[in-house]
Nanobody, 118 residues
Framework: QVQLVESGGGLVQAGGSLRLSCVASTSISSINTMEWYRQAPGKQRELVATITSGGSTNYVDSVKGRFTISRDNAKNMVYLQMNNLKPEDTAVYYC????????????WGQGTQVTVAS
């Protein structure tokens, strides 16, 4: 079982920055993939960024060049640095961990609200 807690959300003006944090209850070095998702009102949850245990990253096109995902294995933390925020980035942001031991198991945090004012 992996418990995840997100923090760092808030209200920011367009063009501003926020850094989201996700702390895991277990060593993230044992977690295959850490991801950030977001869900805007009335929309489906969307994968925003991925980082593997090897450090490879991937982003949805709409955030490339603006968002950066990183991990600190020593602190069991994953971060999402968000720069040049836009109103369309407004959503609840969720951290997800995937552990593959035979089958893949996914664990979610409770989410943190990000609101970007125009």
């Amino acid at each position: 079982q992996v418990q995840l807690v997100e923090s760092g959300g808030g209200l920011v003006q367009a063009g501003g920055s926020l850094r989201l944090s996700c702390v895991a209850s277990t060593s993230i070095s044992s977690i295959n993939t850490m991801e950030w998702y977001r869900q805007a009102p009335g929309k489906q949850r969307e994968l925003v960024a991925t980082i593997t245990s090897g450090g490879s990253t991937n982003y949805v096109d709409s955030v490339k060049g603006r968002f950066t995902i990183s991990r600190d294995n020593a602190k069991n933390m994953v971060y999402l640095q968000m720069n040049n925020l836009k109103p369309e980035d407004t959503a609840v942001y969720y951290c997800r961990a995937t552990v593959v031991v035979g089958a893949a198991r996914h664990y979610w945090g409770q989410g943190t609200q990000v609101t970007v004012a125009s």
